[in-house]
């Protein structure tokens, strides 16, 4: 089947930590994978992309390798600000399928 | 300025009182859905359209019916709710790129 997985939260880093969220998938086919982010109170935004396998998607100081050898996209920044606090989204897109399919979503707490 | 609505916003209500919780989008898109957003659960698809009069069950559609007569507009209808549905609810739009466009959510409790 298809399906996304991440790690669990909730994360806590202090102001200026490096990021790391894991998240791998299972699909069947080619997919475009997505890293969405939710601020309090709000819907889902678009984060960055990969559609295609070694693509580096990237915005905002964030970034994502699509690794189809070891079906992974994890997302990483290299120094996290308060403002980065939120909940962080890692999906996929099946063409065929027309679907798409989130992870359970990893809470992010930034400290000051 | 490119957006997706919902109304309403928080919603409470009684088992098996029918209600609608409106979407519009003004993107001119063709692809729209709706997720429900559970804890641990991440975002579960309800049903998604692809275009007018065309519409498709998503991975949990059991107990709710959209329909999609005009391009901007997906309504997600629950006949007769039920307590398992409250959950926060989230229309999305999709563009060219394959990017979705989230709605701000509404959030539905059934008592």
């Known amino acids: 089947g298809n399906s996304v997985t991440q790690m669990e939260g909730p994360v806590t880093l202090s102001e200026e930590a490096f990021l790391t969220i894991n998240c791998t998938y299972t699909a069947t086919g080619y997919p475009s994978l997505f890293w969405y982010v939710q601020y309090p109170g709000e819907g889902l935004q678009l984060l960055l992309k990969?559609?295609?396998?070694?693509d580096k998607g990237s915005n905002k100081g964030f970034e994502a390798t699509y690794r189809k050898e070891t079906t992974s996209f994890h997302l990483e920044k290299g120094s996290v600000q308060v403002s980065d606090s939120a909940v962080y989204f890692c999906a996929l897109h099946l063409y065929n399928f027309n679907k798409f399919y989130f992870g359970s979503g990893t809470k992010l707490n930034v400290k000051p | 300025e490119a957006q997706v609505t919902q109304n309403p916003r928080y919603l409470i209500t009684v088992t098996g009182k029918k209600l609608t919780v409106t979407c519009s989008q003004n993107m001119n898109h063709e692809y729209m859905s709706w997720y429900r957003q559970d804890p641990g659960l991440g975002l579960r698809q309800i049903y998604y359209s692809m275009n007018v009069e065309v519409t498709d069950k998503g991975d949990v559609p059991e107990g709710y019916k959209v329909s999609r007569k005009e391009k901007r507009n997906f309504p997600l209808i629950l006949e007769s709710p039920s307590p398992n549905q409250t959950s926060l609810y989230f229309c999305a739009s999709r563009g060219d790129r394959n990017e979705q466009y989230f709605g701000p959510g509404t959030r539905l409790t059934v008592t």
């Open positions: 990969a559609t295609k396998a070694d």
